[in-house]
């Protein structure tokens, strides 16, 4: 997916930014997390945005971002939907209300 493709660049560049040497390991490291999900998805938990778009949404936490996935009807099909920090709300969660 387009988005989560943007998302990873996004971290990649911030990391090589600031610490040259690890980030090559880091996407080594993030694309072979990614490729464990094929073999069982259903380990993950579900992502908080299945509240707000339903389907069979979930995570896999990569140090300090999350993947999130779907996994289709059959199980055996994975899509990564998008890859952001973790501080960061859900897709779809409105914002907090100040008060």
């Known amino acids: ?5 943007n998302g ?3 971290a990649f ?3 090589q ?3 040259p040497l690890n980030a090559e390991r880091w996407l080594i490291g993030l694309y072979k997390q990614i490729e464990t999900l094929e073999r069982f998805p259903e380990r993950c938990s579900y992502a908080r945005e299945r ?3 339903g389907g069979n949404l979930r995570q896999l936490l990569y140090k300090s971002h999350r993947i999130v996935f ?3 009807v059959t199980g055996k099909r994975v ?5 952001h920090h973790a501080a960061r709300r859900a897709i779809g969660e409105p914002p907090a209300e100040e008060g």
């Open 17 to 19: 930014e600031r610490a």
């Open 51 to 53: 509240e707000f778009f």
């Open 79 to 83: 899509s990564v939907i998008y890859f």
């Open 13 to 15: 560049r911030y990391i």
């Open 70 to 72: 779907e996994v289709d």
């Open 8 to 10: 990873i660049r996004d």
């Open 1 to 5: 997916m387009p988005e989560a493709q």
